[in-house]
């Protein structure tokens, strides 16, 4: 990957919080509570932001720190049920969601050349690198803010998870 991709997925990646932020602005409890096509509310997607963001930042200093890692995969389904996903307010997971972001950020920001390359071995999807991770998750918040605003709207889309 050269820099200049590299750069705007982390530009990307950083502005990830805001997109979901401005998708849930104004959100009435209707709204929140109305799901897509899979059922999925905009309440649990901030849920899952939360959890998968937390996850993903314990990923990406896996890979970071340690020689080879296994990067274990989970199950989002199961996590939504018994996690309440379906019940609790969202207000902590979107600190978490946005405290991840930004604390991942800083290390993103101070990443040499050489740890780009780092590579670790996930369990469902198999080899797994740094950049491949940076792609994954430039994308990420991106593409639940815009579930979030089909699920808001009542449109029945393509669950992006």
Known sequence: MDNETRAALIRRYTEGFAAVEAALAGITPAELDNADAEGWTARMVAHHLADSEMTSAMRLRKLIAENAPVIWGYDEE????????????????????????????????????????????????????????????????????????????????????
């Open 78 to 161: 199961l996590y939504s049920r018994n996690l309440f996903y379906d019940r609790r307010p969202v207000e902590a997971s979107l600190l978490a969601f946005r405290a991840a972001r930004e604390s991942t950020a800083g290390i993103l920001a101070c990443l040499p050349e050489e740890a780009w390359s780092r590579v670790g071995w996930h369990t469902e999807s198999g080899l797994y690198t740094v950049e491949r991770w940076l792609e994954i998750y430039a994308a990420h918040g991106h593409e639940h803010a815009e579930q979030i605003r089909r699920a808001r709207g009542g449109e029945r889309g393509v669950v992006a998870r």
